[in-house]
């Protein structure tokens, strides 16, 4: 195992759920130092610490919340001394339903966690780390923000905005040291796309020329990005989608 994170620290918000957990595992097999597994459910994190070997950190957080973000991060700043890595990946999707069909509560719920929450995570660590070092922001987004996926309008559009916010925020701290970057996975299994109705993640499984990926085949692109492999790399989206988005 390569340690392309040697020494760092980092913050991972999702981190009980499937992505954020496997992202978790291999922050700590590259060589990360000490880890905040932050997330909504508290349930699942502390059987993911137990596994690292490293220190570990959890912290139940709503991630629509700013205020309890801010502290979340300030206080791995002050217990580690420095923060080096914020991976904003919580997430949750919209009703399975076309546009007329919504509440606007489903709107904003999607909204609300999946932009809302980027927009919390990267301010809180501007705020933290701003002055004090350096900083890579890895934000999850989706496929789903770059092509336009029905039934999933929120979600999409939320994703899509989190792609533009990343671009801005990336722009505006690039002299300072901190990167912005995202993720954008295609469909891969997990407790999320378990939520979706019979026969939707057989549709999505065919629309991967690739086929399906797993969370294993995500965290390779999150290292990277959390990486100083990438230190001159920043306001980029980088797809990992087994070719979903291609045709
Ligand atoms: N699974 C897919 O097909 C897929 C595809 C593209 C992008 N993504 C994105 O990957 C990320 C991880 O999703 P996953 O597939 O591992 O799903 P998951 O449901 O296993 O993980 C999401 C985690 O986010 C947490 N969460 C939800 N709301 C929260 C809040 N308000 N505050 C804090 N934590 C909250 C959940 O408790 C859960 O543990 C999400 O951003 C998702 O949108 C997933």
């Given at each position: 195992?390569?340690?392309r994170?040697?020494?760092?620290?980092?913050?991972?918000?999702?981190?009980?759920?499937?992505l954020?957990?496997?992202?978790?595992?291999?922050?700590?097999g590259?060589g990360?130092?000490a880890?905040?597994?932050?997330?909504?459910?508290?349930?699942?994190?502390?059987?993911?610490?137990?596994?690292?070997g490293?220190?570990?950190?959890?912290?139940?957080?709503?991630?629509?919340?700013?205020?309890?973000?801010?502290g979340a991060?300030a206080?791995?700043?002050?217990?580690?001394g420095t923060l080096?890595?914020?991976?904003?990946?919580?997430?949750?999707?919209?009703?399975?339903a076309?546009?007329?069909n919504?509440?606007?509560?489903?709107?904003?719920?999607?909204?609300a966690?999946?932009?809302?929450?980027?927009?919390?995570g990267?301010?809180a660590g501007?705020r933290?780390?701003?002055?004090?070092?350096?900083?890579?922001?890895?934000?999850?987004?989706?496929?789903?923000?770059?092509?336009?996926w029905p039934?999933?309008?929120?979600?999409?559009?939320?994703k899509?905005?989190?792609i533009?916010?990343?671009?801005?925020?990336?722009?505006?701290?690039?002299?300072?040291?901190?990167r912005?970057?995202?993720?954008?996975p295609?469909a891969?299994?997990?407790?999320?796309?378990?939520?979706?109705?019979?026969?939707?993640l057989?549709?999505?499984?065919?629309?991967h020329?690739?086929?399906?990926?797993?969370?294993?085949?995500?965290?390779?692109a999150?290292v990277?990005?959390?990486?100083?492999?990438?230190?001159?790399?920043?306001?980029?989206?980088?797809?990992?989608?087994g070719?979903y988005s291609?045709?």
């Open positions: 195992m390569s340690q994170l040697l020494g760092k620290t980092a913050f991972v918000t999702g981190a009980a759920g499937t954020g957990s496997a992202i978790a595992r291999a922050f700590a590259e990360v130092r880890l905040v597994l932050a997330d909504l459910r508290e349930d699942g994190l502390d059987i993911v610490a137990k596994e690292l490293i220190e570990t950190v959890t912290a139940t957080l709503d991630v629509t919340d700013g205020d309890a973000f801010d991060v206080d791995a700043v002050e217990r580690f080096d890595v914020l991976v904003n990946n919580a997430g949750n999707v919209s009703p399975n076309r546009v007329h919504l509440s606007t509560k489903d709107f904003d719920d999607c909204v966690v999946n932009l809302t929450g980027t927009f919390h990267v301010r501007v933290a780390m701003r002055g004090r070092g350096r900083l890579s922001i890895v934000n999850t987004a989706s496929v789903a923000g770059l092509t336009a039934y999933c309008a929120p979600y999409s559009a939320a899509a905005a989190v533009h916010f990343s671009r801005v925020a990336a722009l505006e701290y690039v002299k300072e040291d901190i912005v970057n995202c993720v954008c295609g891969f299994p997990s407790t999320l796309t378990n939520g979706l109705p019979d026969g939707a057989d549709v999505l499984a065919s629309r020329p690739g086929g399906f990926g797993t969370a294993e085949d995500l965290v390779g999150v990277y990005l959390a990486s100083d492999e990438s230190r001159w790399t920043t306001g980029h989206a980088l797809v990992v989608d070719g291609l045709p």
